[in-house]
């Protein structure tokens, strides 16, 4: 197997200008062309690019006449909405640096990221934000300005803003170069302080050009139809931002939605009804669970069942003819195939908006039959795999040739080295510049221009990447067994009852899983069978449940060596959140953290 694969790339040219410059240039291309959508009162309503270029100037403005200055960084802390993306560009057309910053983050994190990033201004969505920043503030000397956006901070800044000339921010923004910084995104760090990434303009402009140009068929749509997305990737991310990014220069059309449950998000997906969507792989777990047990409740949990493996072996025939290694679906699998549209694939199409034929998955992986299942429902899921510091996707299945259970190989100008221990290293335009104010942490990771990613992974024959584990979370036993936990975990996670899974075992006898339920499953659980409803600290005791989640364990375990394998597990009552510093806001899990939380629970795995 290889140790290094390279893609040509297909953005010519060196990129010029910056971020900013593409929302004033399609308005003068195209005024009338509808690039974003915004909800107000409950109704969606169209914003085109004369609109969008004249809200973004205005509000320019405004934070020039408050005395935001060139390359001045001022943090925006909220939910995904509109008014980010606005405040976004406005930044970048005077040459600032918008620094995100998660809405659940705590005062402790607020303060060291405004701090460490000296920021001059900062964007909340609330008053409870406000607050949390209110909190902080004495600490923090450069900061010079606070808006709240639920208090008229629009509003008030393009007031402001009022008596400024407009030639004042087109000079600022002819002045942004390529190699300037676009935003500081600090990582959410499974360990310690977060640190900062510096991303460029030209990395942005690489990035979003190149998942463009490879992606067509995502980001062009089909015949009759305009291509549109709805973000609800947190924008805090850096996923999130990119899809920004590459929407707003690509034309497609934006929406935002800030919620991730289902009572709010479906029927936002139903109205706004975008072609493709991009997400975690638990959006798409639950998009699958649901629509099962809504299937069982229905008494056709059979067909279901039936119209899933149908689904997945239709996708690995396709794929198998895509590699040359098969002929494709058989006469009888495509008949077969046909009969579950109406009943099972359209209905699950129908859950995502009614169009959506593409979507693009990143942040943890995403199990193979998972995505075999989507792509034979009709909705094919590119997975890939990046970082911050590779302004998000540094591989990625591409259309017409996806491997599911890979990352699929690097996106096209850049490689990936495999080094000798097994780590991924990264090249290409993609790679951020550093880390602020850390030389030291920098040159941990950046090595002669490739970047040390911390995870481990391999490269087929064919250049696909697969992730196998973190450097920094192999468990390693008493025994000297070496085991990676990603796989086993994901698998056991795959289980409708089962909300998280984290392996335990470093310095111990053998592996154990600490195991959270996911509670809707759990609700149908016990509505199938009859029972009344219980709270998790009332079911965790029940000894059908167990077996449920034995079963889980025993599947995971089939994937490993006897002495790899899960041995004891203990389902927990409480839930791994981000509120309770368990779960990063990106929803990886943060081990140690989890570790000194269920000590005297593990201790219990392993009886003395």
Partial sequence: MPHEFTVPPLVTGAPVGGLADSVFEHAGQDPDRVVLGRKSGGVWRDVTSAEFAAQVLALAKGLLAQGIGFGERVAVMSRTRYEWTLFDFALWAIGAQPVPVYPSSSAEQVH???????????????????????????????????????????????????????????????????DAVATVIYTSGTTGRPKGCVLTHANFMFEADTMVARWESVFRAGPGEEPSTLLFLPLAHVFGRMVEVAAVRSRVKLGHQPVLAA???????????????????????????????????????GAFDRAVETAVRYSEAREQKAFGTGPGPSAGLRMEHQLFEKLVYGKVREALGGRVRHAMS?????????????????????????????????????????????????????????????????????????????????????????????????????????????????????????????????????????????????????????????????????????????????????????AEV?????????????????????????Q?????????????????????????EIAGLYPS
């Fill in 550 to 574: 034995r079963r889980a364990v025993v599947a995971a375990n089939t994937l490993v060596s006897q002495a790899e394998g899960i041995r004891a597990f203990r389902v927990l009552a409480e």
């Fill in 263 to 301: 009572a709010e998000l479906l029927p936002d997906l139903a109205a706004f009804r975008p072609t493709f969507v991009l997400g975690v792989p638990h959006v798409f777990e639950k998009v699958f669970a649901a629509a099962r047990r809504t299937a069982e409740a229905e008494g056709r949990v």
């Fill in 362 to 546: 990143g942040g943890s992986a995403m199990s193979r039959r998972l995505g075999l299942f989507f792509d034979g429902a009709g909705i094919t899921v590119f997975e890939g795999y990046g970082l911050t510091e590779s302004s998000a996707a540094a591989t990625a299945n591409p259309p017409g040739a996806t491997k599911y259970g890979t990352v699929g190989p690097p996106i096209p100008g850049s490689t990936v080295h495999i080094a000798e221990d097994g780590e991924v290293w990264l090249h290409g335009p993609h790679v951020f510049a550093g880390y602020l104010g850390d030389a030291r942490a920098t040159e941990e990771v950046l090595r002669g221009g490739w970047l040390a990613t911390g995870d481990l992974g391999r490269l087929d024959r064919d250049g696909y990447l697969t992730i196998t584990g973190r450097k920094k979370e192999i468990l390693v036993t008493s025994n000297g067994k070496s085991v990676a936990p990603a796989a086993l975990e994901e698998r056991v996670r795959s289980h409708p009852l089962v909300s998280h899974c984290v392996l335990v075992g470093n310095d111990r006898p053998f592996v154990a899983a600490l195991v959270t339920l996911d509670m809707e499953g759990i609700a149908h659980w016990l509505s199938m069978r009859g029972l009344a409803q219980r709270t998790a600290a009332e079911v965790v005791d029940d000894p059908a449940l167990a």
């Fill in 112 to 178: 060291w990221i405004l701090q460490d990033s000296s920021c001059a201004g900062c964007v909340v969505e609330d008053e409870d934000q406000a607050m949390t920043v209110g909190s902080v503030i004495e600490g923090l000397p450069g900061l010079r300005l606070l808006w709240q956006l639920d208090a008229g901070a629009v509003e008030g800044l393009v007031e402001s803003g009022r008596t400024v000339d407009e030639d004042v921010v087109h000079r600022h923004r002819r002045a942004v170069t390529p």
């Fill in 576 to 600: 791994f959140t981000e509120e309770r510093g368990l779960l990063t806001p990106s929803l990886k899990l943060k081990r140690r953290a989890i570790e000194k939380a269920y000590a005297r």
